[in-house]
Each structure stands twice: as structure tokens, then as C-alpha cells.
């Protein structure tokens, strides 16, 4: 089977896939772009490239994606509809595939609240949801959401996120089901800190007949200091960071605390592995591309694999 990308090759060839966050440059400077991408060389599989994440101004998803495949690294974009009205939306999906652009995820988006803009205008045209079906429609399809044919429709490879902490906990398969319904091909999932709730999450979508539906990725933090865990445990919403991983940290000596957060991340990584249904991982060290090699080192994730002759990208799968 051709697939859309590298990315989607190596999942439909069975691989445990390693894709990592890029930290959005405030530079426009192509360089502070290719600097931090290029320490993720050969450690992952493919690289986030985030849109205005907490609500804060970066560099546009659409531009470091394209400078990352520029250098031959694989980006997956992702968009949100906090920003962006139905037109803009559906050009910059066009857009992104005339520039190579193959994996996107696509989000609501932080609220402007949390971020330097909180007096931004909000604008969500169209919602999460129906952003995957928009994709979907264009890439399958050919068409526009207005109807209108495309010329060349784009070949993509749709991911989604989700969130199996934030509560009702029961309802969380239920909304994961409606995205693979609406287009999404795999999923990154909130970062997850609490193994016991995430391995109850997967047996509830294994339970709903969803694990050969799409290719679930859980995002793994690598906290570098213990205030960065409290920080996250107390101030950002939607995560669940236990006490004990917390008090873990504020007993190390400050010094090795950033050691002690790659350790954390290790055992995760490795707990997380062992559930079915766990496709890869999504590694997440804010503003340390250097944490996540070394995460990625230290779990026997490295080398990465290369496709088959089976898997071969450039269709669309």
C-alpha cells in the first residue's frame, strides 16, 4: 500500500513510531528553525510543528513546516481553528501540500485567555470536528467544503488529538470515535504523567473495536526541573500530573532534576509501550530538543527504522 508519507509508512508497516514537538521559533530567521530541528535529526520519525501553542504568537505551523522539509526532515503541521476562518483554513491545508507538507494534526487550540493575547478575537467557523471532515473531504474526495472540485486534491495523512484525562473519563473514547469517523487516520493524546488512567482509556477504546481503526500516539513530557512539574500540575488545564511525580522531583538535588525528568520520561515511555493499542510515542521537551534525544536514547528507541519496499510513500494510501 502507498502511503501519503514516511510517517504513515512506517505505522502501516508496524513500526513503534518516535515523533517529537519542535519548539516554535520567535525568529525570522529561517536558521532558529533549522537549529532546533536538526538536533531532532535521526532520533525521530517526524517533528510537530505546533500553531500558536498557549495561545502564544510563533512562527506560523505553514512556515516552519515547509523550512523543515526544506532540510529533509518530515514535519507533521499542526493547525487549529481558534485562528482561522473556513477559507483560510482549506488555503493553508492546499498550501501545505503543494510544499510537501503530508501529516497534519488538527485542534480547537488553546483558549486566547491563556496566552500574551487574551484580548484576541476568538474565531472557531467551524470546530475540531468538522476541520478533520473538511480534510477528509478535500484529500478523499477532491472537493472544497463549499462543494467546488478541486484541481489536484491533496494526499494527506489526517491526525487528531485527544485528551484521556479530562473528564467525563468515560466520555473520552466515545469523542475519539468520532473523530476517526470524521477522517482521522491516528491520534497524539494529551501528555500522559498518570499510566494506570491512560491504560484504562486504551482498554475502553480497544473495547469500542477502535485499536485497527487508527494509530494512537500518547505524548510523553520530560520535565527538566521540579517547579516545570508543578508549574504543570497547577497552572495548565487539561493535564493530570500525579503528587508523586512532583514530590519526585522536589527531592532530587536541583542539579540533577533535569536527569531525574529524562528518567521520569524513560519509565513512561516504557510503561506505555507494553499497552496494546500504543502505536508510538510522542516525545515533548519544551524548549529541549536535547531532552528528547537523550529520552529517545535512553528507552532503546534509536536507531529508527527505514520503510520496506511495501510501504512505499508518495501515494495515498
Known sequence: MLSPSRLAGLLRDGHFVVTAELSASNSADPEATWRRAEVLRGSVDAINCTDNTGAHVHISPLAAAHLLVEKGLEPIMQLTVRDRNRLALQADLLGAASLGVRNLVLMSGDDVTAGDHPEARRIYDIDSMQFLEVAAGMRDRGLYLSGRKLEQAPSFFIGAVENPFAPPLDFRPLRLQKKLRAGADFIQTQLVFDVPIFARFMAMVADLGLLDKAFIIPSIGIPRSARGARYMKEKVPGLHVPDALVDRLEKTAPARQADEGVQIAVELVRAVREIRGVAGVHLIGIKWE????????????????????????????
Open 290 to 317: 536535547e531532552g528528547v534525544v537523550q529520552v529517545a536514547e535512553a528507552a532503546g528507541l534509536l536507531p529508527r527504522p527505514t520503510l520496506s519496499p511495501l510501504a512505499t510513500v508518495g501515494g495515498r494510501g
